[in-house]
T-cell receptor, first 119, second 111 residues
Framework: GAVVSQHPSWVICKSGTSVKIECRSLDFQATTMFWYRQFPKQSLMLMAT?????????EQGVEKDKFLINHASLTLSTLTVTSAHPEDSSFYIC???????????????FGPGTRLTVL | GQNIDQPTEMTATEGAIVQINCTYQTSGFNGLFWYQQHAGEAPTFLSY????GLEEKGRFSSFLSRSKGYSYLLLKELQMKDSASYLC????????????FGSGTRLQVQP
């Protein structure tokens, strides 16, 4: 149980285009999803927290108009990187948590990540 | 805010035991997670401690001392596949469920 998928696993795009990344909880209802970014040899940095049916809470320094987050259902959250630039190239990882998961309450289960390269 | 301190890198030999330490300072405390992350992959959950003491789970054990703001992850009978980064993530105030990760400890297991 507690499987989280992400799509796509990797994407290459041209500067100025928008890229949408999907995060799905496959076997549980994720009341909360988190989006992280990780640059090479650095730790995961939280970008935003998303609760189903409400607006995402962004971390300081993360532009909400550039990184659009939608959490329209209990199993799906999307992150759209708008007008992507080379400096947005990174490893984007989502995680999900929810009630009733076997194991520890509030444990976050991570998706496999999406590697974005902006040319 | 949160302050998390872990060694940056460690090296150990296959079959040995290694202890990865983590010290932290948080506003409030609601438990501490350990995750394993192989290069280029997402983190996977290893353990969660909320009370003081040692929690054993197979080859991996995790210890917590809340009064000292200290935790460690103990890996026994090391295997080559244990080469990875190990991330300590204390959870702060009750209302905030997001995890803040330390820089992680890169463990290299040698034959």
């Amino acid at each position: 149980g507690a499987v989280v998928s992400q799509h796509p696993s990797w994407v290459i795009c041209k500067s100025g285009t928008s890229v949408k990344i999907e995060c799905r909880s496959l076997d549980f209802q994720a009341t909360t999803m988190f989006w992280y970014r990780q640059f090479p040899k650095q730790s995961l940095m939280l970008m935003a927290t998303s609760n189903e049916g409400s607006k995402a809470t962004y971390e300081q320094g993360v532009e909400k108009d550039k990184f659009l987050i939608n959490h329209a259902s209990l199993t799906l959250s999307t992150l759209t990187v708008t007008s992507a630039h080379p400096e947005d190239s990174s490893f984007y990882i989502c995680s999900a948590s929810g009630p009733g998961l076997a194991g520890v309450s509030d444990t976050q289960y991570f998706g496999p990540g999406t590697r974005l390269t902006v040319l | 805010g949160q302050n998390i301190d872990q060694p940056t890198e460690m090296t150990a030999t296959e079959g040995a035991i290694v202890q990865i330490n983590c010290t932290y300072q948080t506003s409030g405390f609601n438990g501490l997670f350990w995750y394993q992350q192989h290069a280029g992959e997402a983190p996977t959950f290893l353990s969660y401690n909320v009370l003081d003491g040692l929690e054993e789970k197979g080859r991996f054990s995790s210890f917590l001392s809340r009064s000292k703001g200290y935790s460690y992850l103990l890996l026994k009978e090391l295997q080559m596949k244990d080469s990875a980064s190990y991330l300590c993530a204390p959870v702060g105030s009750m209302g905030r469920r997001a995890l803040t990760f330390g820089s992680g400890t890169r463990l290299q297991v040698q034959p």
